[in-house]
Structure formats: C-alpha cells, structure tokens
C-alpha cells in the first residue's frame, strides 16, 4: 500500500446496474461513500451469473446479457465479468466458478490499478471466490455478512463448509448487526474477526417531510420487499383484513405477486390492497414518510434497511423479533416486534394508530446511523487488514 493511500477492490453479485436500477443499491452507496474519503480509491467488480448458451439466449436474461463488461456509475468504476451458473442446480460450485472466471479480470485490473485488497459485500457466493482470489492474487480479503447469507446459505452443506472455510481465511469480517454476529459464531465462525457494522442512511433525504400523496382515506400502511415468502408479504394481507379501515401499499416486484394478488381476493381485501412493483428509491422517502406504519413480518434479516429507513421519516415499525431488529427498533417510539401472526400483527398496527408517536421520537431511533461513520467505519477495518501483513 503506498503510503496514506488506500486502494479497494469491492466485490459484489449484488450491485445496481441498467437493467436492475435497484438491485443492492445499499451495497453502492456505502462503496461511493468509502470512495469519498480522502486516500482512498476504490473499483468494482460486480459479476453476472449466466448459464451457458443455448439457455443465455433465454429473454429472462436478455437484460443480463446487455449489461456493458464495464462502465462508470455515480462516479464509481464497475466490472461486470461474465461467469457460468447452472440454473436449479450446481448452487455448490459457483463460488469456485466465479473465481475462475474472474480471476484473469482481476489480474488485468491489478496492472493498471494495483489494489492492496478484496472487500466482499456478502458471504456467499461472494466471500468463498474472494478467498479464492486473494490467495490466487497474494492480497488479504475481508467479508461482510448481510443476513440470508448466513441465516440461509450458511447452513446448507456443502455450502456451510465453504463459508467457513472462507472465514477463517479472511483477515477480518463485518457483520450488519449484534444479532447476525452471534449467529455466525452460533455456526462456528470466528467471532474474534467479526466486527458490526451498521448500515448508513441519508437523513437529509429520509425526513418525516418527505411525504408523498397516496391518495387514499384512513391509515396507510407499506411493506417492502421483494415479494417472497420469507418477507411475510402474505401475513401482512391476512392482518389486513383485521384492521378494516386500512390500506396496504406492497412496494417490490418477486415471484409471489400472484400468489398475493390472489390471497387478497380471497381474503377479501383486495380493494384496500395497492401492489406498487418496484419503486425507484428516489421514492422511497415519499412513500414511507407517508405511511402510518411499516409492516414487514420477515422470517429473518441481518438489519433492514427499511426499518431505519422508515425510522428516518417518523414511521413506526411493525416486524419480526428477527436479526437485528431490536437494535433498530429500540423504543416504543420506533414500533412493535411482534410473533409472525396475523393477530398479533394486527394487534400492535392497532396499537400505534391509536396513540401515533411524535414523529421526531420516531426519528430519533435512526439518528445513530450514518453512512459518514458507516465509511469511516470500512475504511478503518480495511486498512487495519493490511496492517496484519
């Protein structure tokens, strides 16, 4: 590393792009942010999983095929190398595929931007290539762990053996929240590596203010997700139907769509039921600051950005005692952790509509994070790293 200087080389499969404009925009921000900082240079490499031809030329892919192999976005370089994945199978190999295919890329780059290190946004498949890569490369790697990455991957062998394998490896690992950090120890990482690291947020931009018009009578409330069922998209529409003088926004697009359009005709809720798709998160202040409550009765997270998100613009929230949830929602004033239960939670949406929270209590519970700090806080992790070699 020269002197005073910096240089990262971010690794993440899950990182916006032209035909995803939202897909990991948490993952850029934090990147553009640690690229901010003075003495630091930062590239990306953000892979695109392909299956091989003729199954490529499938139109599901047509907009991961059209993704430039490289390009600037918000001021940031990004890579986008190809690899192979074998669609419903082979999950087990991907790690090592993708480090194949990307490890000439990675070369070629290191000659024109000699990069001290890896930083891996997620355990899988991201953290097992890095591993593969560093060695490959002679450079020190660390990890971050988001949530489903452990809670999901990480216990599914042989898999779980890789995540291991690569954590042990790392020089050190970041963990999103307390909660996520004891279930990677509970899975027999080293917890001595692991470090929290809270997410950032804007909160010139996230503001009780923000409100957007959703041209509706009554209580609003909003989940956000992408529609699957491990967001519990399915339990928020059963507690509709308790609370009758509400409406229920569902920001996201996923394969339950359907599956909820029908749930809420037969729930008999479907005309207090708003499916929005996917919103720009430019949106996402206007929304939120206009719901009564967030109801998100997720099965797990490591902490969601949503929850402090909505915190930020004096919105109550209803979720899951799940991951970190209780590091966010950390006051009456902030919401309810409830069982995954339709009753329960429409029991505590009822609770705080009945007696609204001073918007500025609400805020306050997400006024600790920062995504100033969040850099600050990489950036030192980063560079305590090399100080190991």
């Not at 988001?146 to 291991?164: E, K, L, M, N």
């Not at 926004?249 to 039921?273: I, K, N, Q, W, Y």
Request: some cysteine; proline content about 8%.
């Amino acid at each position: 590393m020269r002197a005073g200087m910096l240089r990262v080389l971010t690794l993440a499969t899950l990182f916006p792009d032209g035909f995803r404009p939202t897909f990991g925009g948490f993952v850029e921000r934090q990147t553009r942010e640690l690229a901010a900082l003075p003495g630091v240079e930062v590239e990306v490499v953000a892979p695109v999983g392909l299956p091989v031809r003729p199954l490529s030329l499938h139109p599901h892919y047509s907009g991961l095929r059209r993704l430039p192999g490289r390009e600037t976005r918000n001021g940031l370089a990004v890579h986008r190398p190809r690899y192979r994945v074998w669609p419903g199978a082979g999950k087990a190999g991907r790690a090592r595929a993708m480090a194949e295919a990307l490890l000439p890329v990675l070369r070629d780059i290191r000659r024109r931007f000699p990069f001290d290190l890896i930083d891996a946004e997620f355990f899988w498949p991201d953290g097992p290539a890095a591993m593969h890569l560093a060695e490959a490369l002679g450079v020190p790697f660390s990890i971050k762990a988001r949530g489903s990455d452990i809670t999901f991957w990480g216990t599914r062998p042989p898999i779980a053996a890789q995540i291991a394998a690569a954590a042990e490896a790392a020089g050190g690992l970041l963990s999103v929240s307390a909660a996520l950090r004891r279930d990677m120890i509970a899975l027999g990482l080293p917890g001595e590596k692991i470090r929290i690291h809270y997410t950032g947020i804007d909160l010139d931009r996230f503001r009780p203010d923000a409100k957007t018009a959703l041209g509706v009578e009554g209580p609003a409330l909003i989940t956000v997700g992408n529609l699957i069922p491990r967001k519990g998209q399915n339990l928020a529409l059963a507690a509709l139907a308790l609370i009758p003088e509400a409406t229920l926004f569902l920001v996201g697009g996923g394969p339950d769509r359907g599956r909820l359009e029908a749930l809420a005709r037969t729930a008999g809720v479907a005309s207090r039921v708003r499916f929005l798709g996917i919103q720009p998160h430019d949106a996402m202040p206007g929304l939120l600051a206009a719901a009564d409550v967030l109801v998100l009765p997720t099965a797990s997270e490591g902490l969601a950005n949503v929850w402090v998100e909505a915190l930020a613009c004096g919105t109550p929230v209803v979720t899951s005692d799940v991951g970190g949830a209780r590091e966010a929602i950390d006051r009456p004033e902030a919401g309810r952790l409830v069982p995954r239960e339709p009753a329960a939670i429409a029991a505590a949406v009822r609770e705080l509509l009945a007696a609204p929270a001073d918007p500025a209590a609400v805020r306050a519970a997400a006024e600790r994070f920062s995504w100033t700090r969040n850099a600050a806080e990489l950036r030192d992790h980063l560079a305590s790293l090399l100080r190991q070699k």
